[in-house]
């Protein structure tokens, strides 16, 4: 199966087979309704008349998941207008609209798709996604566009910093959708099912894509529906037949949950299913074969798991593989199979910036036509690095090859670094988590500087009982499971953690709120580490308010209008002349030596506050007394 852009593949299909079901949508109190190919086609080509006379730029996508989601994504490839895969305001978490606000303002999209005008989406044209009238509507493009057109702009969820907007090519498109399809073997009986959100990446490409380009039906249920009732899940699965369907650990573990009796797989049949693909998060071996032993007796088979592993910034799919069962190790590093077609993965030491032996542990990199060109913000960082003449994307991710396989064990920056030993924070969570039953719960754990040396911590969200025998129990578990000591286990009430849209914990956001003090009501497993915590919440502060400094001077040197903790010296023009002028500002003004090497070392203002404040303590200076000297400065010492 070769490659081919998605609009073109729309409307091939539509001319070819335009009364076959490409798209269901059930409704959990309502009948399944459906959209043809031609009508998909007719749908979206009206919308993209529409499109054409609109203010040129990206679309924003406002709808809720369903069927009006397909339709508007392929009206703005077919108008070649990059969309940007959002969700409709309305009741939802902090975290959302902060997002949803967060979109808008980074990429200003001059036309918002939605069912309705939503004052807290300001775009200047705002259309609805046509229904039945446009049935009939002659399939066309009114833009026809080549591999390089930007297709999608998919905003990352934000586990691992800002949330930022991936470029995604339509020539990218066309080959992770083939790359998936080929994995997964989609055939002409295969018939596929989802339930994740299709303004991530997963859902979009994996859930609404990829069924287009295999040409096989695609049955879509809400994901609220799935969150309130994961059994239906199942049970769709059972009705229609589907063959292949799946989602991130969490899914399983939570029909597990919801599994609590033979009643619940009363007339359940999972034998058609052939890929129950696990992805978007770490692949847990427990929960793998907790699920596969459940269910084995409504027919579910272990071999049908495809954990896989991907990323926006790869368009979506990396590597993929059959799982290959149950083993002693109920903690083993899952498998995530072989690299797709035209990929290539290099584990890589990031300080070496050198591949490494087989079966040693390093960054992964990848490079293949599914990579991203960079973000819209055209901050691209460190993200890219070169071997052997060859430019890959540095996934922050850390993992293994073996035999040609690819095992990914965590995040370059959530690897916890305490006394000589790495210990990845996702281990430690799963070890505290299966202590205490981690159905409905969820950990985050980090390190933070304290005193003499650094503390590891663990905040749990526990239900129930939460009282210092737990805490201490968990603590036994971790040093058990993984030989770390934990300073302090904090006990926190249900969703207490900062989580992204797509569920997943942000340990960064957690760490910065525990340092706040917003965990100090909690059930603690010992009192004694928090007032050495007093001096590792002094040093957050204290780089915070550094940074902002370090913001302004960089602003006035630059002659900019605004600097921001988190931007990129290079975007502001920062090079070696303006960095020694930024160092004697600053020297100057604190009294304090600011190596001209470290401004250099570094690459944003956040960055150079970290590495001068490290410098200073091992100097003798503590954070209270750079703090004073701030102070000092700020009230009259002329800093610029």
């Given amino acids: 199966m070769e490659p081919e852009f998605l609009p073109d593949t729309l409307l091939v299909r539509a001319d070819r087979s335009p009364d076959v079901v490409a798209y269901e949508c059930v409704d959990p109190q309502g009948p399944v309704t459906t959209l043809t190919y031609a009508q998909v086609a007719s749908r979206a080509s009206a919308l993209a008349a529409r499109l054409a006379t609109a203010e040129d730029g990206p679309v924003l996508l406002a709808c809720p998941a369903g069927l009006d989601y397909v339709v508007a994504v392929f009206g703005g ?107 997964f073997r989609l055939g002409p009986e295969s018939r596929a099912l989802t339930w994740l959100p299709p303004f991530h990446d997963m859902g979009l490409v994996g859930g609404l894509l990829t069924p287009m380009t295999a040409g096989i039906p695609m049955r879509v249920m809400q994901p609220g529906h799935f969150l309130k009732s994961p059994l239906s899940w199942l049970r769709q699965i059972s009705e229609t037949g589907a063959t292949h369907t799946g989602g991130p650990n969490f899914g399983y573990d939570l029909c597990l949950h919801r599994a609590r009796g033979d009643e619940d797989l009363a007339g359940l049949d999972l034998s058609r299913w052939q890929v129950a693909f696990s992805g978007g998060e770490t692949v847990r071996h427990r929960t793998l074969a907790a699920f596969a032993r459940r269910f084995a007796p409504a027919g579910f088979r272990a071999e049908a798991f495809l954990p896989c592993y991907g990323l926006a910034e790869a368009t979506l799919i990396v590597s993929a593989g059959h799982w290959s069962g149950p083993s002693a190790d109920g903690d083993a590093v899952v498998s995530c199979g072989t690299p797709v077609r035209g990929q290539r993965v290099a584990i890589v030491d990031p300080e070496q910036l050198s591949t490494v032996d087989e079966g040693a542990e390093g960054e992964i990199w990848i490079a293949g036509p599914n990579v991203t060109p960079g973000y819209l913000s ?110 302090l286990v904090a006990l926190v009430p249900p969703r ?104 250099l070392a570094v690459s944003t203002p956040e960055e150079a506050a970290d590495a001068l404040l490290r410098e200073w303590r091992d100097q003798g200076h503590e954070p209270a007394y750079v703090r004073d000297r701030m102070v000092m400065a700020q009230s009259g010492a002329g800093v610029v």
């Fill in 378 to 487: 055209g901050d691209t960082g460190d993200l890219f690095g070169e071997l052997d003449g060859t430019r890959y994307l540095r996934t922050g991710d850390l993992g293994h090859l073996r035999g040609g396989e690819l095992y990914v064990s965590g995040r370059v920056k959530d690897v916890i670094v305490y006394r000589g030993v790495n210990h990845h924070a996702v281990d430690v969570e799963a070890a505290a988590l299966d202590a205490v039953g981690r159905v409905g719960r969820t950990a985050a754990a980090f390190l933070v500087e304290s005193g003499a040396e650094p503390l590891p911590v663990l905040v749990l969200e526990a239900h129930g009982t939460r009282d210092e025998a737990l805490a201490t129990e968990v603590r036994s578990a971790v040093l058990s499971r993984t030989g770390l000591r934990l300073g």
């Fill in 496 to 599: 207490s953690l900062p989580r992204t849209t797509s569920g997943k914990i942000r340990r960064s956001a957690t760490r910065d709120a525990f340092l706040a003090g917003a965990f100090d009501g909690a059930v603690l497993s010992d009192r004694a580490p928090l007032a050495a915590l007093a001096e590792g919440r002094a040093q957050a502060a204290t780089a915070t308010e550094l940074a902002t400094l370090v913001c302004g001077i960089l602003a006035a040197i630059c002659e900019v209008g605004d600097c921001r903790p988190t931007d990129d010296l290079a975007d502001l023009g920062v090079d070696s002349v303006r960095a020694a002028e930024a160092a004697a500002v600053l020297e100057h003004a604190l009294g304090l030596t600011v190596p001209l090497e470290t401004i």
């Fill in 77 to 183: 490839f077919l108008a070649g207008r990059p969309v940007i895969p959002a969700f409709p305001p309305g009741p939802s978490s902090r975290p959302d609209r902060d997002r949803l606000a967060g979109i808008v303002g980074d990429a200003r999209p001059p036309v918002v798709v939605a069912p309705e005008r939503y004052p807290e989406i300001t775009t200047p044209t705002a259309l609805t996604v046509p229904g039945a009238e446009a049935d009939g509507t002659t399939p066309a493009r009114p833009r026809r566009v080549t591999g390089d057109d930007v297709a999608v702009i998919q905003y990352t969820s934000g586990s691992t910093g800002q949330p930022r907007g991936v470029l995604v090519r339509h020539g990218s498109l066309a080959a992770n959708t083939v790359s998936i399809a080929e994995k």
